[in-house]
């Protein structure tokens, strides 16, 4: 990929912000709060180094970071901002050794952010690659996880001080449904250090090239913005996407269940797709696209909402009855539409045992 | 107190089993599969020393066993054996030393047999004496958080191997909620070990030799039930206790809340209590009786429902509409009934704010 980033530098930050929220397909938490915070640190002239997935050592130790909780709590509770370091202390203290480099564990929206915070608070690089290639509301969905790596031992902490370490988990789901439960009673919000992992297994497993491709898609949206492109163009023609509908929201159900913004949106298209009817189904991300009542679009391909006009994306927790709005399906990364993968990250995973994925097409494999 | 034990033996199981679930004031889980579990140990040559707390070595270290879950489901999920072991082993991880005696964090229940098995099963004592001296629903209603001992660290251990450690908590009822959210998710029935301690500590803040207490309440009771005299006066004689009521249950309401078993039962008195109404009011332990619409007995005193005829205990999930009980009210140790103790074990610590606690009588006290 040209112009692979190296540092996390301060005029990457915007599009950064803009490309994660765009790969977040409505979820993974809104990544304005953790920019200001990598910023601050930036301005303290504190260094974020970037290490590409083939540069990475074989034998280096990478921890999977990133904060868990409803979307919805995110937006009005913040965090204290060193939650996510205090839970790698906890996940090196189970592995007796010191971590060399952090890996998101989602590119997509906050958590984007997250690791950058933690490597520069403990002067650590990060690793250009994710462990889902967008967002996904729960933590077993992650290629660390499909590939083989578990998450425990894992460590969870809270703004308050609380710090809870899973040591051992009898599966990855277990670990879902205990971290779940936590961050729940923790108040919806807390940082998450996971899946102690070797060079050699991430290289094979993560998404590779995230960091740079989510601030290289923000920066294709930013420069559409200035030189009056449509941005929406931008996005498609960066991510080889499809505009699924122009349309207006005529309905919103969402609700919180057990720690996950869940619901759908009706929508009625305009322009092209005049007479249209859609209907996107959430939980934290949108899962599936429907229209006219036939699924079109579904996990794991990427189902992107943008402000039709600005083509600045537009997360669950900040749908609006009546907004005017595109709906783009974005192809998802190879590593994710394998057997194994699609059993954890498929249709049926989230509880669609009838909808069948089909690829919008191919990009990238197994390596 | 006389006939100190030394060490659980076979014909010490019985009674332990009726003492324990007297002092359980209907929660506490069970004693019963733990009981056989404590039996098929000792059958198997295994050792349970108990050492009295006035021979604890000061720099001991002792670590609170019990099991945690909602009674309902403890009748259901039999635990796999091991839960407490594994938990313990979690917590000697975490303060990087092999711990030298257990205790019970409850004697009332199930908890009086799980340090026992644990004790049997690792080669350890046992201390004589607990953290609460009957049992009560929330972890942070122990005398060792009480006077001063953190909990954590603390490790939660379920039966299908998940193993959690609380490392730092911000504060006991912290743990309490996160362990609270966390055995929900594992199903309602984990172990846990939780405050490491010094000896020098346990000898001021244990309720003490309730151990022996538990065997000798049960003994009285079972002695009773041989020699044909009257059972209920045996508890009674024996722990300085009243007769409350004896009833009819014409009303029961119960059912699980966050992990809870709360409710309330209502009674119809019979023989001298002939016209009386009752009521009792519950949150896995029985916490307030009321005579005629006036509190007259609440926590932290012990309130027992026992069979009228047996004097067996009848645990709150064993209530049944029409059931003839005979209502006691048993003194607590002087250690709940200090200020420090009443403010997390008085009644307004349960939701009764409006509530006094009068004392039934003085027993014991701060050493």
Redesign the interface.
């Known amino acids: 990929m040209a112009d692979t980033m190296r540092e996390v530098t301060l005029d990457d930050l915007d599009a950064l912000e803009v490309g994660a929220a765009i790969l977040g397909t409505g979820g993974g938490g809104n990544p304005y709060i953790g920019k200001l915070r990598v910023r601050e640190e930036l301005r303290k002239g504190r260094k974020i180094p970037v290490i590409p997935l083939d540069e990475l050592p074989d034998n280096a130790l990478v921890v999977s970071l990133g904060g868990i909780g409803a979307p919805v709590v995110g937006v009005e509770k913040i965090e204290e901002g060193e939650e996510c370091l205090r839970a790698l202390r906890?996940v090196e203290q189970e592995v007796g050794r010191k971590v060399d480099a952090l890996i998101s564990a989602e590119i997509g929206g906050a958590n984007a952010m997250e690791p950058m915070l933690t490597a520069a608070q403990a002067g650590l690089p990060i690793v250009d690659g994710d462990g889902m290639g967008r967002a996904f509301p729960e933590m077993q969905m992650i290629t660390w996880s499909i590939y083989g790596q578990r998450s425990a031992p894992a460590?969870m902490a809270d703004e308050?001080?609380?710090?809870?370490?899973?040591?051992?988990?009898?599966s990855d789901k277990?670990l879902e449904?205990?971290a779940?439960?936590?961050v729940?009673?923790?108040g919806a919000a807390a940082g998450l250090a996971q899946a102690p992992m070797r060079g050699e297994f991430v290289k094979r497993a993560a998404i590779p090239n995230t960091v740079t491709q989510a601030r290289n898609l923000g920066r294709a949206v930013l420069d559409a913005n200035r030189e009056h492109r449509d941005p929406v163009q931008a996005v498609i023609d960066h991510e080889g996407g499809r505009l699924l509908m122009t349309a207006k929201i005529s309905d919103l159900q969402r609700h919180l269940k057990g720690g996950f913004a869940v619901g759908h949106l009706s929508l009625d298209g305009y322009g092209n797709f005049q007479g249209d009817t859609g209907r996107i189904n959430l939980q934290n991300e949108f899962l599936i696209f429907v229209r006219n009542d036939t699924v079109e679009v579904c996990v794991p391909d990427l189902i992107v909402v943008l402000d039709a006009d600005t083509g600045h994306p537009i997360t669950t927790e900040m749908l609006r009855y009546g907004q005017r709005i595109a709906v783009l399906g974005l192809p998802c990364h190879g590593l994710l539409r394998t057997p194994e993968a699609l059993a954890v990250v498929g249709p049926a995973a989230f509880g669609y045992p009838d909808v069948t994925f089909v690829p919008m097409q191919s990009r990238g494999g197994i390596r």
């Open positions: 906890a460590a308050k001080g609380n710090v809870v370490v899973f040591r051992e988990t009898q277990w449904d205990l779940r439960a936590t729940v009673a923790m």
